[in-house]
């Protein structure tokens, strides 16, 4: 795929992937949601990747859907909504299931699609002048992107209610006290920081993280019976890995292990 609004740089192990629209902080047209999905897709079989930072260029991180596509205004036809949650639909998934870590650095404004593309991601680092906007609802739109999916199972229905229902900015450290995100930096060390976590993701043991990634996906809507007999069932995976072998023998050497990711 060509890809002409998402910049791709692999360094380290480390695929960082920048929405690079930041003239309309950074909103989704078609093609971008695609690229990054595409990119999501083609990081799973790259050995040589080993993690995912995902960020926006400028001052925002994605406001969402790019509303000039979805009514435009030179009067050409509006496109079928169902099509444009599909492309999100489709990320989601490819960032669910990419066996590798993904963390979003939220440099700016994350609204609509753009804040639950960044909450389906591994872990959120934000700046702290970031925010989080579920702006469906002041276009009369619920909120898609997994929004109804991610947003309860991190801060609990009746904040999740109250986002939703309200579309209010919240800021990175109410978000990070609610337990939307994992952490927040001061904005000139954002990118330090969030690179920091993805390269020493990126030297972790990559098959096993992957296979963890699968247990908490299989967590959110498993009965612990279910969940017990599928950690079983990956632990006996993650046991056969060379990364396994290394971590043991690494500590009974009493050194630090080297993990080749598989
Ligand atoms: O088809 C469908 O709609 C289904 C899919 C739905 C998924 C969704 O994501 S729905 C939600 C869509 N997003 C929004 O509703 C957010 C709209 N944007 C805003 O509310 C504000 O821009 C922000 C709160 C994010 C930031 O405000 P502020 O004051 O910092 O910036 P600004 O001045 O509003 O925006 C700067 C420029 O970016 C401006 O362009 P201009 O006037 O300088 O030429 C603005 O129009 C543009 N921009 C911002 N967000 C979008 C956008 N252009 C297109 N689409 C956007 N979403």
Same mark, same amino acid.
């Given at each position: ?10 360094? =380290?192990? /480390? ?12 909103s989704?047209n ?9 990119? @999501? ?20 991180? @994605? ?7 979805a +009514? #435009?205004?030179d009067g050409s036809? /509006? #496109?079928?909504?169902?099509? &444009? ?5 489709? !990320? ?13 650095? +939220? ?13 389906? @991601?591994d872990? +959120?680092?934000?700046?702290e002048q970031?925010?989080? &906007? ?7 739109? &619920?909120?898609?992107?997994g ?12 904040? =999740? ?11 990175? #450290? ?9 952490e ?7 990118m330090?920081?969030?690179?920091g976590?993805?390269?020493? !993701? ?18 959110? =809507? ?19 890995? =060379?990364?396994?072998?290394?971590g ?15």
């Amino acid at each position: 795929m060509e890809y002409r609004h998402v910049l791709r740089e692999l360094d =380290a192990g /480390v695929l960082t992937l920048t929405l690079n629209r930041p003239e309309v902080l950074n909103s989704c047209n078609r093609q971008m949601t695609a690229e990054l999905g595409d990119a @999501c897709t083609a990081a799973a079989a790259a050995d040589a990747v080993r993690a995912v930072l995902i960020t926006g260029a400028g001052r925002a991180f @994605c406001a969402g859907q790019d509303l000039a596509e979805a +009514v #435009p205004s030179d009067g050409s036809p /509006v #496109p079928d909504i169902g099509a &444009i949650v599909e492309g999100y639909n489709q !990320l989601i998934l490819a960032i669910r299931h990419l066996e590798k870590p993904v963390v979003a650095a +939220v440099n700016g404004v994350a609204a609509g699609a753009g804040a639950n593309l960044a909450l389906a @991601c591994d872990i +959120v680092i934000a700046a702290e002048q970031a925010s989080f &906007i579920q702006a469906f609802v002041k276009i009369g739109l &619920i909120p898609d992107t997994g929004g109804t999916f991610f947003l309860p199972r991190l801060v609990g229905l009746a904040r =999740a209610t109250s986002l939703a229902m309200l579309g209010d900015k919240i800021s990175a #450290p109410q978000a990070k006290e609610w337990g939307m995100i994992h952490e927040v930096v001061a904005g000139d060390l954002l990118m330090d920081a969030a690179g920091g976590l993805a390269r020493r !993701l990126a030297t972790q043991p990559t098959r096993g993280l992957g296979l963890t990634k699968r247990a908490l996906n299989a967590s959110l =809507a498993n009965d612990i019976e279910t969940q017990l007999k599928l950690e079983a069932e990956l632990q006996r995976e993650a046991g056969h890995t =060379a990364d396994h072998k290394e971590g043991v023998r690494a500590f009974q050497e009493k050194r630090a292990p080297t993990f080749v990711g598989r």
